[in-house]
């Protein structure tokens, strides 16, 4: 049989790969030079920019009469941010053409290890962060996300990195694609909401304070914004990732002969969707509302990247394909 | 409701009935256990007990790893298995608290099932009186009649649920109309439906735990068959507690071949076996099926399921003894190595009758042959390695023994080593040790001959049967719809207000004000209703104006609209 895969797409990809996170890299950097340069607002600004952000169209330097020469010359910062605005939709397109490379090359559906799992999840997080950051007010988000997002392409392209093959028969599966296509794409989203909470915390914590570290975490959208975007995130995320269970589920009662068996990997997926469930309860409990309800988010954020890979490494178990125990 | 002191000095509060007394502590407890606030500890106290389940070997999943676990860790090991934590998922302390969790459910949603049925047959709540205080409002001047700009309205807010009032004790004006406008129902219906759906999920998968069964069972792929008549007919049996194992789905199935591909570096590409199967009344039919097993792909029949869970080699080997008779056994040899299928077991031969004078002396010349296979063999000096897991070149290098095999002892023996007591009480001898390629023969030196004639591939099917699975799935599915639906539908309130603008019968001019309320989800109600609002006033037979609306009386200054 002569199905293997192709050498030279497998490269191709391979190369999309890293220039991506590369581009992803230099985004970032774009991305924090914008949020250092861009000056903390005084909380009176502040107050009447969100009064004017109610009325129009969310542009937070918009004029408050029309015509061009109201409009304030875009600072330096502002140029970056834009720059690394537009590199950010490089390095995502980067990142998908590797994938889609790599499904070619190895003739099969690219979600067949923990590299093309991760590097789909990631691929997520960042086309769902391109989707709900779009507006320059949420730009100064982006540093938080790509955080995350950078550090899960870094491990995947060397820790968990392995080269295009075909998969073992357990994984030759008309749900493969469904099952984890989902399970990745809930997971991208929820690293969304994740990040939001984060910012979140920080900026309900120190983000009033005059101090060096609180002046520069008022740079980031008021925090009923972030709170909004977790919650707005999670509430796609969450049928989505449980959906992604209900498939695996399925999948499992036609691969292993139980629908549930509490495989490490089933039973951390488990504890993420309780961890959200909780979330989402605590948004409407009464005196869980703000940073408990943060706090939560970021519990679930922190169970969904143990599910993501690590409890490959700690635990072996069903879901073990990725060659790493 | 304001009794001054003296009053109430003198009217004690009413005592509560002994009944009451009882009552009130148990009512407590169970409006503390199903308030929100307890079912989020809940939530999280199920998310932290699940952790120790992922991370601690589990009897379930493994229970050669809990034991390597307790002989690594003896003196936290036996205290930990004290606790549970070696069964998390069927421990008393996890079981409190999903037990708890969803008495805290049905105790929050049964009343809410009451509401939600009252809440479908109310009206509309009638209009506040100033509808430009809510958060979103507007005021405009139309030019059509008070009926028809009612009228249109209740035509435009189709899939609303509206009511049309006129006048009224809080009407400013006795001709005015109000419309209400509600939507949003179903929200709550799929915020019931997703709860109601995990309680019949649990319950379809407690239903499963108990009436479920599953049997594994080791057939040679060479037609060997067995009849799933009882569990003593499979090699494991794991039962629900309500399983006797007497009304068992009456089954025969037989393995006719077994093919696995493989790649050039040995990775595996698929497995599949074909078999035939006789399910139900076909037994007393005669009937046999043709079907195919592969990965991924069960037989189903019958509300069972038979999946192929595992396979390996199944060496032959015949014994000539001395006088000549001959025995011949094919048993299955564990893989212990995974990538190559180098595969190890035992194989024991009673002497046939006749070539021992009595049965004392027949069990001291017993054969038992121990050792290692390999499918495709790869011999460094005489030490056997497999390079490869399909069977290319396949030999073996066995420890051949005679004497008491211990076949008959009563003892249960293991099927793939020899019991290490019996050779360390010398009644077990070995004899040789060889390395055989198929044809291949050893000859002891009593005359016994020992010849290795191949190997035949097993396959290891399971036979599962759970009769609750489907609604399992069924509850799955509901739950997610409800959850979808509960999540993406949102409430919202609509008021309207059309007041004729003058009092003279000539002029036709009509006083509209719109306000809406957003009980869900407040981000994007401010254009959501701006859009509703355009909706409404621009269309065509209403005649809307550009003249302000003029202020209503007692009408305070307009709210700052809210941030979206």
Excluded at chain 1, 183 to 202: C, F, K, P, R
Excluded at chain 1, 266 to 281: D, G, K, M
Excluded at chain 2, 29 to 39: F, H, K, N, V, Y
Excluded at chain 2, 203 to 224: C, H, M, P, Q, V
């Amino acid at each position: 049989m002569n199905t293997d895969a192709n050498e030279s797409l497998l490269r191709y990809s391979d190369w999309a790969f890293r220039s991506g996170f590369a581009v992803l890299a230099f985004a970032f950097v774009l991305l924090i030079i914008e949020y250092a340069a861009s000056r903390a607002k005084s909380p009176a600004v502040q107050r009447n920019s969100v009064l004017v952000t109610a009325g129009g169209s969310g542009d937070a330097a918009g004029p408050a009469t029309p015509g061009r020469s109201t409009r304030p010359e875009r600072t330096l910062g502002e140029r970056f941010g834009n720059m690394g605005r537009s590199v950010l939709f490089v390095a995502t397109a980067a990142l998908l053409v590797s994938i889609v490379l790599r499904g070619f090359a190895t003739h099969r559906f690219p979600l067949g290890n923990m590299y093309e799992f991760v590097a789909m999840a990631c691929a997520a997080a960042l086309v769902s962060g391109l989707a709900v950051l779009n507006r320059p007010a949420y730009r100064s988000l982006w540093v938080f996300l790509l955080v995350p997002v950078l550090i899960l392409e870094f491990l995947a392209g060397t820790v968990l990195y392995v080269s295009g093959g075909p998969v073992v028969p357990a994984l030759k599966s008309f749900w493969l694609p469904i099952h984890v296509t989902i399970v990745s794409i809930g997971s991208g989203i929820l690293m969304v909401a994740g990040a939001a909470s984060v910012a979140y915390l920080l900026r309900m914590a120190v983000g009033d304070r005059d101090t060096r570290l609180g002046r520069t975490l008022a740079r980031l959208p008021d925090a009923q914004t972030l709170d909004r975007i977790a919650y707005r995130t999670t509430i796609v995320a969450f049928p989505l990732f449980g959906a992604g269970i209900v498939l695996g589920a399925i999948w499992a009662e036609a691969a292993w002969g139980r629908f549930w068996g509490w495989d490490p990997k089933e039973t951390v997926s488990f504890i993420t969707w309780v961890v959200y469930a909780a979330y989402l309860h605590a948004r409407a409990t009464s005196g869980w509302q703000s940073t408990r309800a943060a706090w939560i988010n970021v519990a679930g954020f922190v169970a969904m990247v143990t599910n993501l890979f690590i409890i490959n490494f700690m635990v072996s178990g069903l879901h073990s394909y990725a060659g790493l125990n | 409701m304001t009794a001054s002191p003296q009053l109430r000095a003198s009217s004690p509060v009413p005592k509560q009935s002994v009944l009451g007394r009882i009552w009130a502590p148990f009512r407590n407890a169970w409006r503390g256990l199903t308030s929100m606030r307890t079912a989020l500890i809940l939530l999280f106290l199920l998310a932290i007990a699940a952790i120790p389940g992922a991370l601690i070997p589990q009897r379930s999943l493994n229970s050669q790893k809990v034991d390597q676990y307790l002989a690594d860790h003896p003196t936290v090991g036996p205290w930990m298995d004290r606790a549970e934590l070696f069964d998390v998922f069927g421990s008393f302390w996890f079981t409190a608290i999903y037990v708890l969790l969803f008495v805290s459910l049905i105790g929050c949603i049964a009343p809410r099932i009451v509401e939600f049925a009252q809440a479908l047959r109310a009206q509309p709540v009638t209009a506040p009186r100033n509808l430009a205080r809510l958060p979103h409002s507007r005021s405009a001047v139309v030019t059509a009649d008070p009926e028809v700009v009612v009228g249109a309205f209740e035509q435009e807010l189709r899939g609303w649920r509206t009511v049309t009032r006129t006048g009224g004790p809080r009407a400013r004006d006795e001709r005015e109309r109000t419309v209400s406008a509600e939507k949003g129902y179903l929200r709550e219906l799929g915020n019931l439906v997703f709860h109601i759906s995990l309680v019949g999920l649990l319950a379809a998968i407690a239903i499963g735990k108990l009436t479920s069964y599953e049997g594994n069972r080791i057939l040679i792929a060479d037609g060997d068959s067995f009849c799933s008549t009882s569990p003593a007919a499979f090699d494991s049996f794991r039962a629900g507690n309500i399983v006797d194992g007497t009304e068992l789905h009456p089954m025969c199935l037989q393995v006719d071949d077994f093919t696995a591909d493989y790649r050039d570096n040995g990775q595996a590409d698929m497995f599949r076996s074909n078999i035939r199967y006789q399910s139900g009344s076909d037994i007393e039919a005669g009937i046999w099926r043709d079907a195919q097993l592969e990965v991924n792909k069960p037989l189903r029949t019958g509300g069972d399921r038979v999946y192929l869970q595992g396979h390996g080699y199944a060496p032959t080997f015949t014994v000539i003894f001395p006088d000549g008779q001959e025995r011949s056994e094919t048993i299955q040899w564990a893989p212990t190595e995974q990538m190559t299928f180098l595969s190890s077991g035992v194989m024991r031969f009673d002497p046939p009758g006749g070539t021992y004078p009595d049965s004392d002396d027949r069990r001291k010349h017993q054969i038992a042959i121990e050792g290692l296979f390999a499918p495709t063999a790869q011999m460094s000096g005489t030490l056997l390695a497999s390079a490869f897991p399909a069977m290319r070149d396949p030999a073996v290098a066995v420890d051949i023994y005679r004497g008491d095999a211990g076949l008959d002892t009563g003892k249960p023996q293991s099927i793939f080593e020899l019991d290490q007591s019996l050779i360390n009480q010398g009644r077990l001898v070995k004899q040789t040790r060889v390395n055989l390629y198929p044809g291949e023969s050893t000859t002891l030196d009593d005359g016994t001959q020992i010849r290795f004639d191949g190997a035949v591939d097993f396959v290891n099917l399971q036979v599962s049967h759970d009769p609750a699975q489907g609604w399992a799935l069924v509850f799955a599915l509901s739950a997610l719809v409800g959850l979808v639906v509960s999540l993406t539908v949102k409430r919202r309130r609509v008021w309207i207000r059309v007041t004729p603008l003058d009092t003279d019968t000539t002029s036709r001019r009509t006083v509209v004000e719109l306000g809406g309320l957003a009980r869900t989800d407040q981000a994007g109600w401010g254009d959501e209703f701006d859009r509703l609002a355009d909706r409404l006033l621009r269309q065509p037979e209403i005649g809307l104006t550009d003249e302000q609306a003029p202020a209503a009386p007692g009408r305070g200054a307009p709210r700052p609209q809210e941030a979206r």
